[in-house]
């Protein structure tokens, strides 16, 4: 079908003619409600991105966690930054806890190292202070 006919077409049906690739010769192109295409390709590039950073999993540790417990954190966290999914490191505080806030930190630090032992990590965001306790994010490097 030549442009003349596939525009004449589109303006019939009140939708828009969309040239879908420009690498091929003759080019190809859809009939189609210009918004929607819009729409639709919004919403690929969103999962496309999402597939791409993976899922958001979450880690809690305690404040007076013991070394052990630290450790089954440690592979957790493996096993989910293998898959390639991101790990949100959390450690909430509470009553006096938020009086030592170096100790907690201390701990996440000691998490830290026992993971970046076993398996290379790049630190999306650094160590922040909320409101409920201290939380990062920690990506496979």
Known sequence: ?????????ARERNLDL?????K????VCKI??????LYSLHK???VAKI????????IRLGFNISLHDLETRVNLAEKFLKKGNRVRVELPLRGR??????????KINQFLEILEKRIP???????KKESRGFTMIVSKA
């Open 1 to 9: 079908m030549d442009l003349g006919e596939a525009l004449q077409t």
């Open 18 to 22: 969309i040239q879908v690739t420009e």
């Open 24 to 27: 091929v010769e003759p080019p």
């Open 32 to 37: 189609m409600d210009y918004g929607k295409f």
């Open 44 to 46: 690929k590039e969103k």
């Open 51 to 58: 597939k791409m950073t993976g899922e958001l999993k979450g």
């Open 97 to 106: 806890e938020r009086g030592l806030q170096d100790f907690a930190k201390g």
């Open 121 to 127: 990590i790049k630190v999306e965001r650094e160590l």
